[in-house]
C-alpha cells in the first residue's frame, strides 16, 4: 500500500521544494472523451452492483483463493502490462512531464511481483466481513447480532501510480467489495493491462468477473460521473494528492472516506529527553519526507532551547533539511531562513521544515491548534502531566507520545494491510485497516417475537 | 428520544393518510432574519467550539452530574418554558398550522417530567467517552491504545417538537460533546426557554454554558450558515421529516449522520409459522404506525397466501388498516384498493399497508431491492436455508428474523439511549448509541522510539 498519501509511500523525495503531492493527473486534465460518458459509467457500475450481490455471499475462502490467483497471473503474465506500461512511458515523456511522474508511473518486473506479493499477504489475512462485533440475548429472548458486511461498491479515484489499481483491487476483493476503479490518463494503458490480468484470473475463480471494473474514460467527466451515483456507488476513496481529495470531498454526492493532508508536529518539551527528541525528530523529517506521516513543524519549549536547537539544527543540516525557522531559531544558525506565516501551514513534503520555539506547552497546543491538519502530533516528554494533558487536548487523528510521527500507519500499529490514513472522524480516523471498507447490520432473531404483545385476533 | 425518525416516536398517527413526517417546518419557512445571519452563526459555532475544548477534558462524573441537575431544574422551573410554549401555541393557532403541529409542538408539566426523567436515566448510562476499544503493545515496544473521544461540535438541525432540544442536549453532553441546536421557528420561544434553563443550570457546575447553544436566527439562512461550517462544526445530525434530512444531506459542507426513511417490509415465506407471522404482522403494522420501524409493506410467498391472506386482511381491517394490495391480494378481500407503482415505495407512516404475493424468497428480494430503504426488512420462516439467505442477501441495517420490525430500536437491543437509526453505510449504521457521537484518537507511546532506527549525529 505505497502511495504518498499512505504511511509507506515510496521514499522518493521530490526535486522541487513545493509540495506536489501525487497531483501529476489534477482533475480535469486528459483527453476529452465526448458526450455518453455519463451513461458509460453508470453501466460499468451497474455491473459491479450486481457483482457485489454475488460477493457478499461469496465465502472469505474463496476470496483468498481468488487473490492468490490473481498474485500468481500478476507474476507470471508481466509481458502485457509492461508493453503497456512502456507505451504510456513513452506517451508521458512525449507530453513532457516531469521524472516524479514518469517515476510514480514505471513498472518493471521486480515491482509487479512486489505488487504480486502484497496481494498474496492479503489472501493470508483474516476475513473482515462475517465477524460479529457486538450482540448478545435480550431480556425478552430476542437474539442480536451485530455483523461486519460489505459496504458493497466502492469506487478508488486515485492518480498516476498504477501499484494502486492492484492494491484497490485486492483489498476491494478481500472485504467482498466490487470496486470501480478510476486512475489516471497517464496510465491509461497500464491500469487496462493490469485490470484485464486480475479479470481474466477472477473468470477462473467462483467469484464475478465484474468485481474488478475499469470506469471508461479518464476525463472530469467519468470523475463527475462516478460522483453522482449516489445509491448504486456506497463510497468513493480518493487516493492521492490535496487537490484530487479537497475536489472529491466537496463535489461528491457519494459519501466519500477522506485520507488527508499531513502537517505534522514535533514538540520537545521542556522536560524532553533530549537525546530522544534528536532521534525521533530526525526520523520523523529525513527518513521519508515525502509521506503524509512525516513530520513538518517543530515546537521547541524555551527552557530548552539552548540546549537542544543547536544540535538539532547541526543535524537536520547534515540530512540536508533547509529549515524555515522564527527568530529565536534563526538566532541558533544563520542557515536557517525566516519562517513566513504561510510557512506553519506548509506540507512540505520534501527536506524542509518549520521551527518555533514556544514558552509553554499550552502555546504549543495552541500553535498547532491554529495550524495543524488533524493528522499525527509527537510530544517529546518525560513529564507524565504534562503528556497526559498533551494528549487530552490534542484533537488529531494520531497522537505519538515519545515516539515518532511515522508509526502512524496501520502495518506498525497491528491494522493489517492499510487501506491509507484518515484525517476524517466520521466512519473511521487514522490509520485505516480493511475494516474501514466494511459496515455493519443488525441480525435481530426471534421466535415470533412482538414489541408491545399485539394480541392475535381470531380469524 | 422522541421523533419520528426515532423508534420510540410519539404513538400519535397522522389524521392524513400521505405521509407527511414532521416536516412542519420545512427548510425556508419561517421569517425573514436579515443579512449577517452567517457571522452571528459563526460566532456562536465559535463559542461551541471552545466550549467543546473544555468539555473534552471534563470527567464523566462532572457530565454525569451537570445532566441530574439539568433534570432538577427542567422539573422545577416550568413556569417560564410552559409560558413560552403557550405563546408560541398561540401563534402557531392563529398562523392556521394543523392539529399534528400543534401537538407536537404542546408542552405540559407531564412532557417536562418525562423530558427530565430521559436526562436524569442517560446521566446513568455508561461514559461513551474515554474507553480504549483496541490496542495492545507491539513487538518493538511501542504502545498502541484506540481511545473513544467526543466528536467536538455537533449540530442538531430538527422541526417542531422542543423535546429534541432536551434529547440532543443531554446526549451531546453525556458524550462530552458541544451542541449547537436550530429548531424549528414555530417552537422557538420553547427552545429559547429550554436553552436557558439548561445554560443556568450549567451556570452551576464546572462546565462551560456554551457546551449548549441555541444558533441564531429560524430561517433558512442560519441553516445554510450551520451547513457551511466545515471544520468548524464537525458533524450535522438532521432530526425530523424526510425533505430536511434530504436537504441537509445535498447541501451540507458539514459531515452528516443521516437517519432515514424505513420502508419497512415483512416476508412472510411458505415455511413461516402462520400464527407468528400474524402477530408479527400486527405488531409492526398497528402499534405505532407513525415511527420510521413499523411495517409498510406486506410480501406473502404464494404457497400460503390461501392460508394467511384471509386471516391477515381481517385482522388488518379490525386495526383499521387500508391495504393497498396486488390482484392476488385483492382477490381475497375487496376492501383492499389496488396498489399503485407508487405504493411499492411508500412510506405511510399512518394506518396503510402495501402488499403482493410473490412466487419466491427470492422474488421478496428483489422486490425488497427495488423499493426498500436499507433500513429494516422482517422474515417469517421456520426454514433455517430460507433465513440463512435472506440474511445473507439483504443489503440493510436491521434484518429481523421471526421478530417485529419495531426491534429495530437502540433500546431494544441494548445499546442504551437511541440517538436516531442510521440508514446510511459509513460511521454508524442501524440503531445508534451515544457511540455515534464519538470518535476515535489513537495513542502511541514510545520511549523515543523511532520506526527505521535513524543514526543520531554526534552534535
Given at each position: ?11 522518493t ?14 482533475i ?9 460518458a ?5 453501466a460499468?457500475?451497474?455491473n ?12 472469505g ?13 500478476l ?5 502485457g502490462?509492461?508493453?503497456?506500461n512502456?507505451e504510456?512511458?513513452a ?16 513498472l ?6 512486489a ?14 466481513v462475517g ?23 466502492v ?11 492492484v ?20 496510465a ?18 467462483s ?19 462516478l460522483?453522482?451515483?449516489r ?11 490535496h487537490?484530487?481529495i479537497?475536489?472529491?470531498?466537496r ?9 488527508g ?9 521542556e ?18 519526507p515525502?509521506?503524509c ?7 521547541v ?15 537536520l ?22 519562517a ?12 524542509e ?8 506547552l499550552?502555546?504549543a ?5 491554529r495550524y ?11 513529564s ?10 490534542m484533537?488529531t487523528?494520531?497522537?505519538?507520545v ?12 497491528g491494522?493489517?494491510?492499510e ?14 485497516g ?10 435481530l432473531?426471534?421466535?415470533g ?8 385476533p381470531e380469524?
Open positions: 500500500m505505497t502511495t504518498a498519501r499512505t504511511a509507506d509511500a515510496a521514499a523525495v521530490p526535486a522541487a521544494p513545493r509540495r506536489t503531492g501525487e497531483a501529476d493527473e489534477p480535469g486534465a486528459g483527453e476529452p472523451d465526448g458526450t455518453g455519463a451513461g458509460a459509467v453508470r460499468v457500475a451497474e459491479a452492483r450486481r457483482a457485489a450481490r454475488r460477493l457478499a455471499l461469496s465465502t475462502g474463496e476470496r483468498a483463493t481468488a487473490l492468490r490467483l490473481i498474485a500468481d497471473r507474476s507470471a503474465h508481466t509481458g502490462v509492461l508493453a503497456a512502456a504510456d512511458l506517451a508521458a515523456r512525449a507530453a513532457g512531464r516531469d521524472a516524479a511522474v514518469l517515476d510514480r508511473l514505471a518493471d518486473r521486480a515491482r509487479l511481483d505488487l504480486a506479493a502484497t496481494v498474496r499477504s492479503l489472501a493470508d489475512e483474516p476475513d473482515p465477524g460479529v462485533d457486538g450482540g448478545g440475548v435480550m431480556p425478552n429472548g430476542l437474539e442480536v447480532r451485530r455483523v461486519r458486511v460489505p459496504l458493497g461498491v469506487g478508488m479515484i486515485y492518480e498516476g501510480r498504477p501499484n494502486v489499481t492494491d484497490a483491487a485486492a483489498l476491494c476483493l478481500k472485504s467482498a467489495n466490487a470496486v470501480l476503479l478510476r486512475g489516471s490518463s497517464v491509461r494503458r497500464t491500469n487496462a493491462a493490469l485490470v484485464a490480468v486480475i479479470r481474466s484470473a477472477l473468470a477462473d475463480t467469484l464475478p468477473v465484474d468485481a474488478v471494473c475499469l470506469v471508461p474514460g479518464v476525463t472530469h467527466a467519468s470523475v463527475r460521473a460522483m453522482a451515483l445509491g448504486l456507488v456506497d463510497v468513493l476513496v480518493p487516493r492521492g494528492g487537490d484530487l479537497r475536489a472529491t470531498v463535489d461528491s454526492a457519494v459519501p466519500v472516506i477522506e485520507t493532508v499531513g502537517n505534522c508536529h514535533v514538540y520537545v518539551d522536560h524532553a529527553d533530549l537525546d530522544k527528541a534528536l532521534a525521533v525528530l530526525l526520523d520523523a523529517k529525513t527518513r521519508r515525502s509521506v506521516n512525516a513530520a513538518e513543524s517543530l515546537l519549549h524555551a527552557a530548552v532551547a539552548d540546549a537542544f536547537l543547536p544540535r538539532a539544527l547541526t543535524a543540516a547534515a540530512h540536508g533539511v533547509l529549515v524555515h525557522g522564527d527568530a529565536r531559531v534563526g538566532s541558533y544558525d544563520p542557515a536557517v531562513v525566516p513566513t506565516e504561510e510557512d506553519w501551514g506548509r506540507e512540505y513534503l520534501a527536506p521544515l518549520s521551527a518555533a520555539v514556544v514558552g509553554s499550552d502555546e497546543v495552541e500553535h498547532i491548534r495543524g491538519t488533524g493528522h499525527t502530533e509527537a510530544i517529546i516528554s518525560d507524565q502531566s504534562a503528556v497526559r494533558r498533551f494528549v487530552a487536548v484533537d487523528a494520531v497522537v505519538a515519545n515516539a515518532s510521527t511515522r508509526f502512524a500507519d496501520g502495518g506498525q500499529i491494522l493489517g494491510t487501506l491509507g490514513i484518515s484525517t476524517q472522524k466520521l466512519h473511521a480516523r487514522g490509520p485505516m480493511l475494516a474501514a471498507l466494511t459496515t455493519t447490520t443488525h441480525v432473531v426471534g421466535d417475537h412482538v414489541r408491545d404483545g399485539a394480541a392475535v380469524a
